[in-house]
């Protein structure tokens, strides 16, 4: 288990220097000069710009500016901002705590409610339940999540009152609760498809007879024996979904205007800040990848024959 | 071990070469076995998910590609006497009011339909683009193996380690004029990873197969067992994952546009005319309700006909 985990965190290095090359090279590499806009529609002074540029390491050759950059990570220094020089890691600390838990909210959401539908319409497949869910499911999938935001900002925020329409405190859990909801929908039904599926192919598989046979009674039978063996690919989903929320909240952080890594990450673009963008990225990716090794060895928590050696 | 990385695709999806089955009460001959497409087939013709979303996209591709049949209405006119926050009239079918106008008058149903052509566009062109590249690296690392497959397995580890959307965002962000092309690079840039994977699996399920060994025992080509024998029998998980992702292509498309990162305000797009609709929202809720309904109406054709050829070519589903 140990060996393992070391080799499979040894494996995750040159996944993350790709990762994090293949970014830097697309801020940097595509045209636009994050210097330049400093100046904004004005044209930029050469000698000031000239400046500039070799204060930041700007004017080194590309690679040498990866390198630099790399070394600085290694130090936790994520670099700073163009415009104001101010540290990115400031930044990223006032804005990841608000994405956590925007995400953490949504993914409980999912799991929670995407789990409970799937087990249903998997269950009794075929019967009115299920072509409820699955309909239902089709629906959340087809209507894009700008729109379902749109929507219920302006049917429950402005029409009916419920909640703040937009966002004022961006720590407020109730006020996070629609953007969180809007946020995981569309990975709720993917989810409840998944466990749809899951669990009507197991349903007939012979460890399901067995307990039947012995006289468990139903409700064990489902949630002890059918379920555990029927998440292996939802927990796969989940793991991977976990960085997807948190990279996918540009929108829903847009529409209901909670300050997180989206409108940070947006407003960056906007400003060409690279740093900024090459250092969500960078965060994203780590989490991606500590997500899938723990997946992997959920596997073997859920499914007590796949061991590690 | 378990295979270190799998996406949930690639869970759902059918393995390869599922055993012909013989032939049924409705099989051409009896004894004659069916190929898996024409079971496949047979199967999709009898599922009214299938029949439903085809006729559906059959009617989106005449829309995006005669929108003139549909509307007389020019999509980028705009005439200021006409006022969005008049109500759109509904009884006046296939007028250049029937949906209303917008904010600069202009025919909101005109450019309804004008959009189609986008989405269509967008979809179709990155799913292609996807699958053709996504699909060669895939085979070229299942069937060749070794060394190939380690740089580019290493590889779609990295490209599927960035967030599709915000990769989207960031390879756009650098043109100032973009064109449908672009978004469809950019998005297939960042897209292919899924293919690839998908691919790579069946294609090594494929190849120890013995048809694989006799092909080669008699001496055939690479390139003819690459293509002759073991693409056919392992194109059917592929084929799902493009036919639903087409659908998340165009929700991509209409999501940057929405963004203001998709097309620029010359190209008549669902999601851009759905941005401007947000600052509307409240007194003329016509401008968000017809090109988001087209929108999800398109999406979930495309996603029911990937429900359809899931069924059709899964053979644990039946």
Redo the contacts between chains.
């Keep these: 288990m140990g060996r393992y985990v070391a080799r499979r965190l040894l494996q995750m290095i040159p996944v993350f220097l790709g990762t994090t090359l293949i970014i830097f090279l697309m801020v940097n590499v595509l045209p636009g000069d994050p210097v330049a806009a400093l100046w904004g529609d004005h044209p930029p002074d050469p000698a000031q710009m000239a400046q500039i540029k070799q204060e930041r390491g700007l004017d080194l050759p590309l690679w040498h500016q990866y390198l630099n950059y790399l070394g600085g990570l290694l130090q936790g220094d994520f670099g700073s901002t163009i415009a104001g020089d101010r540290p990115v890691l400031g930044e990223m600390a006032d804005a990841f705590p608000v994405s956590i838990r925007l995400a953490l909210m949504a993914f409980v959401f999912e799991m929670v409610v995407g789990i409970t539908l799937g087990v249903m319409a998997g269950v009794k497949r075929g019967k009115l339940i299920d072509t409820g869910v699955t309909v239902f499911t089709l629906l959340v999938i087809s209507i894009p999540v700008f729109v379902l935001g749109l929507l219920g900002q302006q049917v429950l925020g402005t029409q009916l009152g419920w909640i703040t329409p937009t966002v004022r405190d961006s720590m407020n859990l109730g006020q996070l609760l629609l953007p969180a909801l809007v946020l995981g929908s569309l990975s709720l039904a993917y989810v409840a498809r998944l466990t749809r599926t899951s669990i009507a192919e197991n349903l007939r598989a012979d460890f399901m007879r067995t307990a039947v046979a012995k006289g468990l009674p139903r409700r064990r039978v489902v949630s002890v024996h059918l379920l555990r063996n029927s998440l292996i690919p939802v927990v796969t989903y989940l793991g991977t979904d976990i960085g997807a929320l948190m990279a996918g909240a540009v929108v829903t952080e847009g529409i209901f205007n909670v300050q997180g890594v989206g409108n940070l990450l947006f407003q960056a673009l906007a400003r060409r800040e690279g740093t900024v963008i090459v250092g969500c990225v960078t965060v994203f990716v780590l989490i991606y990848l500590v997500a899938n090794l723990l997946v992997d060895l959920l596997y073997a928590v859920l499914d007590p024959r796949i061991r590690y050696a | 071990?378990?295979e270190?990385?799998?996406?949930?695709a690639e869970?759902?999806v059918p393995v390869a070469a599922a055993p012909a089955e013989a032939a049924r009460d409705s099989g051409p001959a009896p004894g004659k076995p069916r190929s898996l497409a024409a079971d496949a087939w047979a199967e999709l013709r009898r599922n009214p998910l299938f029949v439903i979303s085809a006729v559906l996209i059959f009617f989106l591709l005449v829309v995006a590609a005669f929108p003139s049949l549909f509307t007389s209405a020019d999509p980028t006119a705009g005439d200021l006497s006409e006022h969005f926050l008049d109500k759109p009239k509904l009884g006046h079918f296939f007028q250049p009011d029937w949906f209303g106008y917008d904010n600069q008058g202009r025919s909101i149903y005109a450019r309804v339909v004008y959009g189609t052509r986008v989405s269509i566009i967008v979809g179709v062109g990155v799913t292609v683009l996807v699958t053709v590249f996504g699909g060669l690296l895939g085979m070229l690392a299942g069937y060749f193996g070794g060394l190939w497959d380690t740089i580019l397995s290493?590889?779609t580890?990295?490209?599927f380690?960035?967030?599709f959307?915000?990769?989207a965002?960031?390879?756009l962000?650098?043109?100032?004029d973009r064109t449908v092309w672009t978004v469809i690079g950019a998005l297939a840039f960042l897209g292919w990873t899924q293919i690839t994977r998908v691919m790579r699996g069946a294609v090594i399920t494929a190849k120890h197969a013995d048809y694989v060994v006799a092909a080669r025992a008699l001496g055939a080509s690479t390139s003819r067992i690459l293509f002759r024998h073991i693409l056919p029998n392992a194109v059917a998980p592929v084929i799902v994952v493009a036919t639903i992702a087409l659908?998340t292509y165009i929700?991509a498309e209409?999501?940057l546009s929405?963004?203001g990162?998709g097309l620029g305000t010359n190209d008549v797009s669902w999601g851009g005319d759905?941005d401007t609709?947000?600052d509307h929202?409240?007194n003329a809720?016509h401008l968000?309700f017809f090109p988001?309904g087209m929108?999800?109406?398109t999406?979930?054709a495309f996603?029911?006909l990937g429900?359809a050829v899931r069924e059709a070519l899964d053979p644990?589903?039946r």
Excluded at chain 2, 4 to 8: E, G, V
Excluded at chain 2, 173 to 176: K, Q
């Design positions: 071990m378990p270190t990385t799998k996406t949930a869970e759902t290493r590889l580890d990295i490209f380690g960035i967030p959307l915000l990769g965002m960031v390879v962000n650098a043109f100032t659908g929700v209409s999501t929405f963004l990162l759905i609709a947000t929202i409240r809720p968000l988001a929108l999800s109406l999406v979930l996603i029911m429900d644990k589903l």
